[in-house]
């Protein structure tokens, strides 16, 4: 991890919008706080759902306060003009559980890989710059043993706080390691 030898990490308390326009072609960038794969899949559904006649909604997304669960993907674009420009823009401001995602809609003119390149970084950076940016402080590590009959109490106080959960074994006898 980059940040304050490994006790802080940065990431969105409030999501962020951006629109890039180039050559008529509009990029809408979109910057989310996710906390999960789950949560990621979620998001990008909800923006598929949202641009339906989009061209191409490519992404990258970063999790973890070791920032090192990360995933980009071009959608269709040429081999690295897209996720790894908005991979790029999430290194650059040193976030992580987030989700950028830029929607090209095409304007007719074709902008090869570097204007590709610049497009979606400026579009990804714009909805970042647009986002609540926050420093979080890691605290400990929690282990929970509990029976399952408590679920919903044990997951309300994790909300409340803002914690977050990994490690998740939900049987009779349920345990559930995090940070907090």
Known sequence: MANDLNTNYKTLSASGEGMYKVKGSKHFGYAVHVKTTEDVED???KIKKDHHSARHVSYAWRLG?????????????PSNSAG?????QIEKYELTNVLVAVVRYFGGTKLGVGGLID??????????????VITRQLMEHYRIHFEYDRMSDVMLLIRKNDW?????????????????
Do not use: H, V, W
Request: glycine share 6%.
């Open 65 to 77: 306060a070791d920032m090192d669960r990360y995933r980009a993907n071009d959608d269709g674009e």
């Open 164 to 180: 977050e959960a990994s490690d998740q074994d939900f049987r009779i006898s349920c345990k559930l390691t995090g940070l907090y």
């Open 84 to 88: 790894k420009p908005i991979l790029g």
């Open 43 to 45: 998001a990008l559904e």
């Open 119 to 132: 497009a979606y970084r400026t579009a990804a950076e714009l909805a970042i710059e647009n986002a609540k």
